[in-house]
């Protein structure tokens, strides 16, 4: 087992106050909005997977040259959605707050987990970590700050707008290892400690899944003369991961490790109402940090009650990235630079 990473880390977290009977309201969970949500964001998914594998069926000779760009069009809205069908949506039902009932948040992340090939069991594990020790060196390895990325080359952009083979390869090589019970990596060994014989059994059984029951349905789909469902289902979240990225890299990029503040460390942004559909609203991700238990359709109403106390957010994708690429720049031209939040209640002298 690696050592790098320490176990029960005590933090004092500070959470901006709000009236205990409002953040019981806002703790409710609502199956009407949970399956509204659900429904609409993977009946979308299987809608463009059909359109797709459609368009594709009906090309020929005759009508190739406006088809096809309408296919393309098609598959790069399709592939679009593919990266919030993972841990996006996984994340949300593993946080038990989709649904009333925890059965159905298990079903459905079960689901969205096979459909986008997601370790759910490791994430499981990680991700408590995440919230307990957020931004935390010495405990948190889903997050380590500074996070880095280079947009210079070309495969950064061919996996951002179109499809990435190697990144494919490295996604179902993951899986054949985990189903071998080869599990590498400081976090992962932490997080799967070989000492959890149940845990490495449910993780290697659920690897197993994933390869036999795509390949199954893979080979179905070729049986019945819909082999093109291969491109759009089996691997159709492997693609287009623009948006998924311009959404994603914002909760944590350019903020402060090692505090015990949200504020400092996690990073909200408001949106127009399609990535914030595409993304279940956490786009308010410092909210969802400080009170994980409020479901994701209440985060706007959060937000509001705790505004006064919190960082103004950047609106829209254009203005938040435009914040990101600046401190980007800064701490490329000094690696000591430090990004600190304009706080009404806390100051840079403070960090």
Same mark, same amino acid.
């Given at each position: ?6 176990r ?14 409002v953040l019981?309201?806002?703790?409710e ?6 399956w ?5 964001h993977l ?21 190739w040259?406006?088809?096809s760009?309408?296919?393309?069009v ?6 679009t ?13 593993q946080?038990?707050?989709v649904?009333?009932?925890k ?5 459905f ?5 096979f ?7 490791w994430?499981?594990?990680s991700?408590a970590i995440?919230?307990r020790?957020?931004?935390?060196r010495?405990?948190?390895?889903e ?7 280079s947009?210079?080359?070309w495969?950064?952009w ?6 990435n ?7 179902i090589?993951?899986?054949w ?5 080869r ?6 060994e ?7 014989a149940?845990l490495r ?6 690897a197993?899944i994933?390869l ?7 080979a ?10 291969i ?5 159709g $979240? @492997?693609? =287009?991961? #623009? &948006?998924?990225?311009?959404c994603?890299l914002?909760?944590?990029?350019? !903020?402060?490790?090692n505090?015990?503040?949200?504020r400092?460390?996690?990073? $909200? @942004?408001? =949106?127009s #109402? &399609? ?6 609203n956490?786009?308010y991700? !410092?909210?969802h ?5 409020v ?15 919190l ?5 829209? !994708?254009y ?7 600046s401190?980007?720049?800064n701490i ?5 630079y ?14």
């Amino acid at each position: 087992m690696s050592t790098q990473f320490q176990r029960e880390a005590k933090i004092s977290w500070y959470r901006s106050p709000i009236d205990a009977r409002v953040l019981a309201e806002l703790m409710e969970r609502d199956d009407f909005k949970g399956w509204r949500q659900t429904i609409l964001h993977l009946g979308l998914f299987f809608l463009t997977c059909g359109i797709s594998a459609y368009i594709w069926g009906e090309i020929d000779q005759s009508n190739w040259i406006w088809m096809s760009p309408l296919l393309i069009v098609v598959l790069f809205i399709h592939g679009t959605m593919g990266p919030f069908m993972g841990l996006v949506a996984v994340h949300e039902l593993q946080h038990r707050t989709v649904f009333r009932q925890k059965s159905l948040n298990e079903c459905f992340e079960v689901i969205y987990a096979f459909i986008s090939w997601s370790d759910y069991i490791w994430y499981q594990q990680s991700h408590a970590i995440h919230h307990r020790a957020t931004c935390h060196r010495r405990y948190d390895g889903e997050v380590q700050l500074p996070l880095k990325f280079s947009y210079k080359r070309w495969r950064f952009w061919l996996g951002m707008l179109a499809w990435n083979p190697a990144e494919t390869w490295a996604r179902i090589k993951l899986v054949w290892n985990h189903a071998n019970g080869r599990v590498g990596g400081n976090w992962y060994e932490f997080v799967l400690p070989d000492n959890d014989a149940r845990l490495r059994l449910r993780h290697r059984r659920w690897a197993r899944i994933l390869l036999t029951g795509h390949m199954g349905l893979a080979a179905l789909f070729i049986l019945i003369g819909e082999p093109f469902l291969i491109v759009v289902f089996t691997f159709g $979240t @492997f693609y =287009c991961r #623009w &948006l998924g990225f311009l959404c994603g890299l914002p909760q944590h990029y350019g !903020l402060n490790s090692n505090e015990p503040d949200f504020r400092v460390n996690t990073r $909200t @942004f408001t =949106c127009s #109402w &399609l990535p914030a559909f595409y993304y279940w609203n956490m786009q308010y991700h !410092l909210e969802h940090h400080m009170y994980p238990a409020v479901p994701f359709h209440n985060l706007p109403k959060l937000r509001e009650a705790i505004a006064l106390d919190l960082p103004i957010a950047k609106h829209g !994708l254009y203005q938040t990235w435009k914040e990101i690429l600046s401190i980007r720049k800064n701490i490329l031209a000094d690696p000591t630079y430090k990004f600190v939040p304009e706080i009404p209640s806390i100051n840079s002298e403070q960090l």
